[in-house]
């Protein structure tokens, strides 16, 4: 069955680098995404990565997947207070399935 | 439109009482998603439109939950006898196609059932 996995919190101060892990079970998702929201917003799409690629970089956010491990992370680099919000790992299995979502984790940035 | 439409933006009902929630999906997009958040959780799945195809319905809770798209564009989702459960954002979502690009979503919108 499909399951998305994330710890709930993470929290950095302002200029670190932040990374937020996800896994997944089945081997067989062909799309991973993270979604960002904003208190009050709805969902944003940061990136996507097709899992037949092991990193995609995209300015200051870099995702990398681990097919072996079913891991997903995604590092910001030069974490700002703007970036506090809740991120959603999310998997497509393929094309005619809906994106099963994690429970999201919520990113604290320290000024 | 611009962008993904979801009506009304807030809503507070009386337990027992029927509520329609309305989706206008990016024009064009084939396939449109709802989702529901409740406090503190995932965004759990709930209904799939594809095109002409059958519904994928999934992951609709229970009998009194219902959707219907029309024309392929406007979609409402029909919660019946609404409990307090029911509280939650309801999130709709379109995409182009069903491939690997991106799903946009709405505002989404807040039922709270009293």
């Known amino acids: 069955g499909e399951d998305v996995e994330q710890s709930l919190f993470l929290s950095v101060r302002e200029g670190d680098s932040s990374v937020i892990n996800c896994t997944y079970t089945?081997?067989?998702?062909?799309?991973l995404y993270w979604y960002k929201q904003e208190p009050g917003a709805g969902l944003q799409l940061l990136t996507y990565i097709f899992s037949n690629m092991d990193m995609k970089q995209d300015q200051r956010l870099t995702v990398l997947l681990n097919k072996k491990d079913k891991h997903l992370s995604l590092r910001i680099a030069d974490t700002q207070t703007g970036d506090s919000a809740i991120y959603f790992c999310a998997e497509r299995l393929s094309g005619n399935t809906p994106l099963v979502f994690g429970k999201g984790t919520r990113l604290s940035v320290i000024a | 439109g611009a962008g993904v439409s979801q009506s009304p933006s807030n809503k507070v009902t009386e337990k027992g009482k029927d509520v329609e929630l309305r989706c206008d999906p990016i024009s064009g997009h084939t396939a449109l998603y709802w989702y529901r958040q409740s406090l503190g959780q995932g965004l759990e799945f709930l209904i799939y439109?594809?095109?002409?195809?059958?519904?994928?319905k999934s992951g609709l809770p229970s009998d009194r939950f219902s959707a219907e798209r029309t024309g392929g564009s406007v979609s409402t989702l029909t919660i019946q006898r609404t409990q307090q459960e029911d509280s939650a954002v309801y999130l709709c979502a379109s995409s182009a196609w069903t491939g690997g690009t991106e799903a946009f979503f709405g505002q989404g919108t807040r039922l709270t059932v009293v």
């Open positions: 089945d081997s067989s998702s062909t799309y």
């Open positions: 439109f594809q095109g002409n195809s059958a519904p994928d």
